[in-house]
C-alpha cells in the first residue's frame, strides 16, 4: 500500500487548507485511516481518524476546526483545516491500519505511513 499526500503549503494564520491522501497498490487491505502530525521537536500525534463506515475521531484540542474526511470509492482520505494556528505548523502524515476500528486507531500504530506534506502557518 502507497499513501501519498498533497495539499500541504504556507498559509496565514486564520485561513484554510484542506489536505487529500491517495491509497494505491492493496489498497483493499486497508481501513480505518488517520492523519497525524510532527512539529520540530515535537512528538508526532494523532490528529484524527475515520473508520471505512465513516466513524471518526479528533485529539480534543482540534474539534471544531478539523474535519476528516474519506472518499471510499477513490481510495482517498482528506483533512480540511479551518481557523489554522501557528501552532498547527507541522508535518502532516496521512496513515492506514489493517483494523476498522477507532480504538485500535487510537492505541496501535499505523500499518502504513504516507511520505507527509509540510504546513506552515504564518502569524
Known amino acids: 500500500v502507497q499513501l501519498v499526500e498533497s495539499g500541504g503549503g504556507l498559509v496565514q494564520a486564520g485561513g484554510s487548507l484542506r489536505l487529500a491522501c491517495a491509497a494505491s497498490g492493496s489498497a483493499f487491505s486497508i481501513n480505518a485511516m488517520g492523519w497525524y502530525r510532527q512539529a520540530p521537536g515535537k512528538e508526532r500525534e494523532l490528529v484524527a481518524a475515520?473508520?471505512?463506515?465513516?466513524?471518526?475521531y479528533y485529539a480534543d484540542s482540534l474539534k471544531g476546526r478539523f474535519t476528516i474526511s474519506r472518499d471510499n470509492a477513490k481510495n482517498t482520505l482528506y483533512l480540511q483545516m479551518n481557523s489554522l494556528k501557528p501552532e498547527d505548523t507541522a508535518m502532516y502524515y496521512c496513515a492506514a491500519f489493517y483494523w476498522d476500528d477507532l480504538n485500535i486507531a487510537t492505541a496501535a500504530p499505523p500499518d502504513y505511513w504516507g511520505q507527509g506534506t509540510q504546513v506552515t502557518v504564518s502569524s
Open positions: 475515520i473508520t471505512s463506515g465513516g466513524g471518526t
